[in-house]
């Protein structure tokens, strides 16, 4: 059996140049098969009716006609791979078409030729089946956009649209180049990129990614790339490289054949010298042709490659599937990478006098104007916890120090403190904790005097702890952080993770430097998402680019692009990896042991051709059902959730981030308790504290304990699964409950007495504790399934 395009091309060739020329050599030959199977059946089928009839000898004239037709395509079939460097089990096959003709054997050279017909075109079959979401890919590509200039809509060329300018896409319409949401907003679809098929709403502002379906209304967009430079474009240009190109993967099966076909020749030639009968020899070439291994390891890859298209994972070719399916060492950028990319607010911290809605409201206030990074994280949080950004006029930004305005006629100022300013004790903290945490700060001043503090942080993606302990399920042994940022930060990121090593204050060159020293002792595979990361994919096994929000140049020089913003579809890559190559070689293998079998039995004379030539035929069949396999999830994939749970699960991560004032609250009463003489300011804050958990809190905690987690126990295997969390519930409700009863207490009193102090303090900071690390480990083992 022979198999198609088996020329290595190399991992870096040019997309625009494999791709036409691989579809208009298979759009050459896509009659052949079909063609040769209509023959070589209709052939063994007319000659079997006039056996029946008793006429023998048109009968082996029907057989020998058909033998005759397939040995010019097989020996076509054959050149071509000579003439690309692969002799290949093919030869094998026009050995055995020659020799039933030479020796008589009609019958059997009719069932061979229909058996190398058949072989081809379910080939044919498996891989245009398996390619066929890459191909959607391709065929989902806009060609034209319709750009508004003043009240005027046009259609125009793809080409000719340029970054500023004004795009109306309708309903049902696709999103013709990267752009950002103008007027209403956008209901998406935008499972070509993602792989997830629910409608994702974007409002103004936000940006869109080309290649999306608008499921809603007609809305605009205001492009910030090019057709080239946008995500579809270059997703196009990794796909036209992937699904069709079996070459990459041939080098699974040469690896097989180089031994295997020498070995049927002897086998052959053995039984021939030995028995003195051309026949035997000519019935051990029928049940080794056509090899197995060529239908295993094309189907069983191809067929890998469609599955990771569906999860929003382009592949470039074959061969960086396999090779990804044999890494064993794993290094991964941190910033965009492990953690989300931009920063978020970490927690507020207020002045005497201040709360910490109060800041964050003000500062949101004077940044909603700029358009620094940490400016937008402000007022994205202060939106998030229903706090409207004050007005602020005569709003002005100096450089590497910050924003300022007059808000509520007061002068404010969001950023760096000016030299000199005095910085009282709760300042001093704040810098201290922003040190321990690895935390920027920007300090909001209202009339030169500090008020309060804002800390930010690039925080850890929910689902990158789950990512690293499938990979290493799944067979990666050794996973080391490559990073730029400083030694601290990284190396807390890297103990939360469990990482094997950290390398710290990386230039791009010193990360292509870590890359080949890793890749001498194993299979590496290196992740990022930055131009700078562009360097250190290229040198790896396997460069794995974050394309959703990635850069260019890194998706350009990587192997596989994730285009959804979750690091958890490389640990779903992987395993698909690892199970593609692990079923072309299971198949390969079992077809070649069969084949093997076969071929003793024939060399001793127990097989003659023609039954050697059905029993050859079933073990063809067998290979490629089997390999097919591999188009269907196996068991390291992600567990399913049901809708309704899914759904909960996104009503419960939009609570914790609403409660995240609660927090906050919780720890501000448990710092005032410290500070000499604010009983009455301490009493009123724990008495808020208390409101806090009653209303808002502990609602909170009981629907999750009764509604999402009897949920989720389906999809994670029972109530075990959620037991330690729910005893979290119960320690959460314990340490509220003390606090009212702290509360009681003081309101009995009048105060809060010196013996409360101690046990209550203890209550706040352990309860604080508690909630994050609890509203953490839900994020990472829970939210984190919901896409």
């Given at each position: 059996?022979?198999h198609v395009?088996?020329?290595?091309?190399?991992?870096?060739?040019?997309?625009?140049?494999?791709?036409?020329g691989?579809?208009?050599a298979?759009?050459?030959?896509?009659?052949?098969?079909?063609?040769?199977?209509?023959?070589?059946?209709s052939?063994?089928t007319a000659?079997?009716i006039?056996?029946?009839?008793?006429?023998?000898?048109?009968?082996?004239?029907?057989?020998?006609?058909?033998?005759?037709?397939?040995?010019?395509?097989?020996?076509?079939w054959?050149?071509?791979?000579?003439?690309?460097?692969?002799?290949?089990?093919?030869?094998?096959?026009?050995?055995?078409?020659?020799g039933t003709?030479a020796?008589?054997?009609?019958?059997?050279?009719?069932l061979?030729?229909?058996?190398?017909?058949?072989?081809?075109?379910l080939?044919a079959?498996?891989?245009?089946?398996?390619?066929?979401?890459?191909?959607?890919?391709?065929?989902?590509?806009?060609r034209?956009?319709?750009?508004?200039?003043?009240?005027?809509?046009?259609?125009v060329?793809?080409?000719?649209?340029?970054?500023?300018?004004?795009?109306?896409?309708?309903?049902?319409?696709?999103?013709?180049?990267?752009?950002?949401?103008?007027?209403?907003a956008?209901?998406?679809?935008?499972?070509?990129?993602?792989?997830?098929?629910?409608?994702?709403e974007?409002?103004?502002?936000?940006?869109?990614?080309?290649?999306?379906?608008?499921?809603?209304?007609a809305?605009?967009?205001?492009?910030?790339?090019?057709?080239?430079?946008?995500?579809?474009?270059?997703?196009?240009?990794l796909?036209?490289?992937?699904?069709?190109?079996a070459?990459?993967?041939?080098?699974?099966?040469?690896?097989?054949?180089?031994?295997?076909?020498p070995?049927?020749?002897?086998?052959?030639?053995?039984?021939?010298?030995f028995s003195?009968?051309?026949?035997?020899?000519?019935?051990?070439?029928?049940?080794?042709?056509?090899?197995?291994?060529?239908?295993?390891a094309?189907?069983?890859?191809?067929?890998?490659?469609?599955?990771?298209?569906?999860?929003?994972v382009?592949?470039?070719?074959?061969?960086?599937?396999?090779?990804?399916?044999?890494?064993?060492?794993l290094?991964?950028?941190?910033?965009?990478?492990?953690?989300?990319?931009?920063?978020?607010?970490l927690?507020?911290?207020a002045?005497?006098?201040?709360?910490?809605?109060?800041?964050?409201?003000l500062?949101?206030?004077?940044?909603?104007?700029?358009?620094?990074?940490?400016?937008?994280?402000?007022v994205?949080a202060?939106?998030?916890?229903?706090?409207e950004?004050?007005?602020?006029t005569?709003v002005?930004?100096e450089?590497?120090?910050?924003?300022?305005?007059?808000?509520?006629?007061?002068?404010?100022?969001?950023?760096?403190?000016e030299?000199?300013?005095?910085?009282?004790?709760?300042?001093?903290?704040a810098?201290?904790?922003?040190?321990?945490?690895?935390?920027?700060?920007?300090?909001?001043?209202?009339?030169?005097?500090?008020?309060?503090?804002?800390?930010?942080?690039?925080?850890l993606?929910?689902?990158?702890?789950?990512?690293?302990?499938?990979?290493?399920?799944?067979?990666?042994?050794?996973?080391?952080?490559?990073?730029?940022?400083?030694?601290?930060?990284?190396?807390?990121?890297?103990?939360?993770?469990?990482?094997?090593?950290?390398?710290?204050?990386?230039?791009?060159?010193?990360?292509?430097?870590?890359?080949?020293?890793?890749?001498?002792?194993?299979?590496?595979?290196m992740?990022?998402?930055?131009?700078?990361?562009?360097p250190?994919?290229?040198?790896?096994?396997?460069?794995?680019?974050m394309?959703?929000?990635?850069?260019?140049?890194?998706?350009?020089?990587?192997?596989?692009?994730?285009?959804?913003?979750?690091?958890?579809?490389?640990?779903?890559?992987?395993?698909?990896?690892?199970?593609?190559?692990r079923?072309?070689?299971?198949?390969?293998?079992?077809?070649?042991?069969?084949?093997?079998?076969?071929?003793?039995?024939?060399a001793?004379?127990?097989?003659p051709?023609?039954?050697g030539?059905?029993?050859?035929?079933?073990?063809?069949?067998?290979?490629?059902?089997?390999?097919?396999?591999?188009?269907?999830?196996?068991?390291?994939?992600?567990?399913?959730?049901?809708?309704?749970?899914?759904?909960?699960?996104?009503?419960?991560?939009a609570?914790?981030?609403d409660l995240?004032?609660?927090?906050?609250?919780?720890?501000?009463?448990?710092?005032?308790?410290?500070?000499?003489?604010?009983?009455?300011?301490?009493?009123?804050?724990?008495?808020?504290?208390?409101?806090?958990?009653?209303?808002?809190?502990?609602?909170?905690?009981?629907?999750?304990?009764?509604?999402?987690?009897?949920?989720?126990?389906?999809?994670?295997?029972?109530?075990?699964?959620?037991a330690?969390?729910s005893?979290?519930?119960?320690?959460?409700?314990?340490?509220?409950?003390?606090?009212a009863?702290?509360?009681?207490?003081?309101?009995a009193?009048g105060?809060?007495?010196?013996?409360?102090l101690?046990?209550?303090?203890?209550?706040?900071?352990?309860?604080?504790?508690?909630l994050?690390?609890?509203?953490?480990?839900?994020e990472?083992?829970y939210?984190?399934?919901?896409?």
């Amino acid at each position: 059996m022979s198999h198609v395009n088996r020329a290595d091309h190399s991992r870096r060739a040019g997309a625009e140049k494999s791709g036409p020329g691989l579809a208009s050599a298979q759009t050459a030959t896509s009659w052949l098969e079909p063609a040769l199977l209509a023959v070589t059946a209709s052939a063994l089928t007319a000659g079997g009716i006039l056996w029946l009839l008793g006429d023998t000898d048109a009968a082996d004239l029907c057989w020998a006609l058909g033998t005759a037709s397939a040995v010019a395509p097989a020996v076509g079939w054959v050149l071509v791979a000579l003439r690309r460097g692969h002799a290949g089990v093919d030869l094998i096959a026009v050995l055995a078409l020659g020799g039933t003709l030479a020796v008589g054997e009609y019958l059997a050279g009719a069932l061979i030729a229909l058996m190398l017909a058949t072989g081809r075109a379910l080939e044919a079959a498996a891989q245009r089946r398996a390619s066929h979401d890459l191909r959607a890919l391709l065929a989902h590509a806009p060609r034209t956009a319709r750009r508004r200039t003043g009240t005027e809509v046009r259609p125009v060329p793809l080409a000719e649209v340029a970054v500023g300018d004004l795009l109306v896409v309708g309903a049902g319409e696709v999103v013709p180049v990267d752009g950002q949401v103008v007027g209403p907003a956008a209901v998406l679809d935008e499972s070509v990129l993602t792989g997830e098929s629910a409608p994702v709403e974007r409002v103004p502002g936000q940006t869109v990614r080309s290649g999306v379906v608008n499921a809603g209304g007609a809305f605009e967009v205001r492009a910030t790339a090019t057709e080239q430079d946008s995500t579809y474009a270059g997703i196009v240009r990794l796909a036209r490289q992937a699904g069709a190109e079996a070459a990459p993967v041939v080098r699974l099966a040469d690896r097989y054949a180089a031994w295997f076909l020498p070995l049927s020749v002897a086998v052959a030639g053995l039984a021939w010298l030995f028995s003195g009968s051309a026949v035997r020899a000519v019935a051990v070439l029928v049940v080794a042709t056509p090899c197995p291994l060529l239908l295993a390891a094309p189907v069983a890859i191809v067929s890998g490659l469609s599955r990771a298209s569906r999860l929003g994972v382009v592949v470039r070719d074959g061969g960086a599937l396999e090779r990804l399916g044999r890494a064993r060492t794993l290094l991964l950028d941190k910033t965009g990478t492990l953690t989300g990319g931009h920063p978020r607010v970490l927690d507020v911290t207020a002045g005497p006098g201040w709360k910490p809605a109060e800041v964050l409201r003000l500062a949101a206030g004077v940044d909603q104007y700029s358009p620094h990074v940490l400016a937008h994280a402000i007022v994205e949080a202060a939106r998030e916890r229903g706090l409207e950004p004050s007005v602020a006029t005569d709003v002005s930004e100096e450089a590497g120090r910050g924003a300022h305005g007059v808000v509520e006629g007061h002068r404010t100022t969001v950023g760096r403190l000016e030299p000199g300013t005095p910085v009282p004790d709760w300042a001093r903290a704040a810098e201290n904790r922003a040190l321990l945490d690895g935390a920027a700060v920007a300090w909001l001043t209202v009339d030169d005097g500090p008020v309060g503090a804002v800390l930010l942080r690039d925080p850890l993606r929910h689902d990158a702890p789950r990512t690293l302990r499938r990979l290493r399920t799944a067979g990666i042994r050794r996973i080391v952080m490559l990073t730029g940022d400083r030694p601290e930060p990284a190396r807390e990121l890297a103990a939360v993770l469990g990482l094997d090593d950290v390398r710290a204050e990386l230039t791009p060159a010193d990360k292509v430097t870590e890359v080949r020293a890793e890749r001498r002792h194993a299979v590496t595979v290196m992740v990022g998402d930055g131009v700078n990361d562009a360097p250190a994919l290229a040198a790896a096994d396997v460069g794995v680019a974050m394309g959703a929000r990635g850069s260019t140049a890194s998706s350009e020089a990587a192997d596989i692009v994730l285009t959804t913003d979750r690091v958890d579809r490389l640990a779903d890559a992987t395993s698909i990896a690892v199970r593609a190559r692990r079923i072309a070689v299971q198949s390969a293998l079992g077809g070649m042991l069969l084949s093997l079998a076969a071929m003793a039995a024939a060399a001793m004379g127990l097989l003659p051709p023609a039954v050697g030539a059905l029993l050859q035929e079933g073990i063809d069949v067998a290979v490629i059902l089997n390999a097919l396999r591999a188009l269907h999830v196996g068991q390291g994939a992600r567990p399913a959730l049901e809708p309704a749970a899914e759904a909960l699960i996104h009503r419960f991560a939009a609570e914790h981030e609403d409660l995240q004032d609660v927090l906050q609250a919780v720890r501000d009463a448990a710092a005032r308790l410290s500070a000499p003489g604010q009983d009455a300011q301490a009493l009123e804050s724990v008495r808020e504290v208390n409101r806090l958990l009653t209303e808002r809190l502990l609602p909170h905690e009981y629907a999750e304990e009764h509604q999402l987690y009897p949920a989720l126990e389906p999809t994670l295997g029972g109530p075990e699964t959620t037991a330690t969390m729910s005893r979290a519930h119960a320690e959460i409700e314990r340490l509220s409950g003390r606090v009212a009863t702290h509360v009681a207490l003081a309101e009995a009193q009048g105060a809060l007495k010196s013996e409360q102090l101690e046990d209550l303090r203890a209550c706040l900071y352990g309860l604080h504790t508690v909630l994050r690390l609890h509203f953490t480990q839900e994020e990472e083992n829970y939210f984190s399934l919901a896409p």
